[in-house]
């Protein structure tokens, strides 16, 4: 008689073991998180579920640096604003100002040549009109007067004829009587001048071949010691004078002190 063994089918219990015992591997192999192991350790980051636990607990953190930074590079491109619109402010103003001063120094130099021209006329008036000596002294005040009405400013209007060594004692003659009649508190002493060129005196003139004497001059008050004053004596008049003979053009004297002013620290010059 032949029999056939069966193999009989796994119980339940040893189903429920295996079980038991994939789960206790799986334990094994995962191990569980110490809970004295200190929370700012970050398990690896191949460990999904630990390492959200991680980025959690930092967030503030990263929160926190952030805003710093961005409040730092606010503050610094505010700067950087302010600087630049100061520098710009700056440049303006300054050639708002180096304008201004060229538009000034321009007016004022316009003015200037302007006043020469007009004192330049007034003295080819004078020349013109007593070059010929054929005028008298009333018409040299009449040619005065003419010219302070029109409005320019000066000391004194004057006429220096060229009178030589022999017209000389003629002329003193008649300026004698002259201021004699007409300015009797006037002390009249002939041709001055500076004999010297360290002179600082007026003396009568030393003899010469000419003299460019103030013959003619006006106002006569205010202005006495500057009477027959010879201005081919020395100094800057006699440069002056030179000039205009050689080049027959005006000029100006240097900057000098008149010798009917009272103060020392006040200049003119002689056109």
Excluded at 117 to 127: F, G, K, N, Q, R
Excluded at 129 to 134: E, L, Q
Excluded at 172 to 192: D, H, L, S
Aim: proline share 5%; glycine share 4%.
């Amino acid at each position: 008689m032949n029999f056939k063994l069966r193999q009989a089918p796994p119980t339940t219990e040893k189903v429920v073991a295996t079980q038991v015992d994939d789960i206790e591997s799986q334990a094994v192999r995962k191990p569980s998180r110490d809970a004295s192991r200190p929370v700012e350790q970050c398990p690896d980051r191949t460990n999904r579920s630990a390492y959200s636990d991680c980025d959690t607990e930092s967030t503030p953190v990263r929160h926190k640096s952030n805003l710093i930074m961005v409040i730092s590079l606010i503050i610094f491109l505010g700067a950087a604003a302010c600087a630049a619109f100061m520098a710009i402010g700056m440049t303006s103003a300054t050639r708002d100002q180096e304008e201004q001063f060229e538009r000034r120094a321009e007016d004022l130099v316009n003015r200037i040549q302007r006043s020469w021209e007009d004192y330049v006329t007034a003295a080819s008036y004078i020349h013109g009109r007593c070059r010929g000596r054929n005028f008298t002294r009333t018409d040299f005040r009449q040619t005065y007067e003419y010219l302070i009405g029109s409005g320019l400013n000066f000391q004194a209007a004057q006429f220096d004829p060229n009178i030589t060594h022999d017209e000389r004692p003629a002329m003193e003659a008649e300026a004698r009587k002259f201021y004699q009649e007409n300015y009797p508190t006037v002390e009249y002493r002939g041709i001055v001048g500076f004999n010297y060129d360290n002179s600082s005196t007026l003396d009568p003139r030393n003899e010469s071949k000419f003299y460019f004497p103030i013959h003619y001059m006006e106002p006569v008050v205010g202005n006495e010691r500057a009477i027959d004053l010879d201005y081919h004596a020395s100094g800057s008049r006699k440069r002056t004078v030179l000039f205009c003979m050689n080049n027959g053009l005006p000029a100006l004297t240097d900057r000098l002190v008149l010798v009917q002013e009272t103060k020392e620290s006040a200049y003119g010059v002689v056109l």
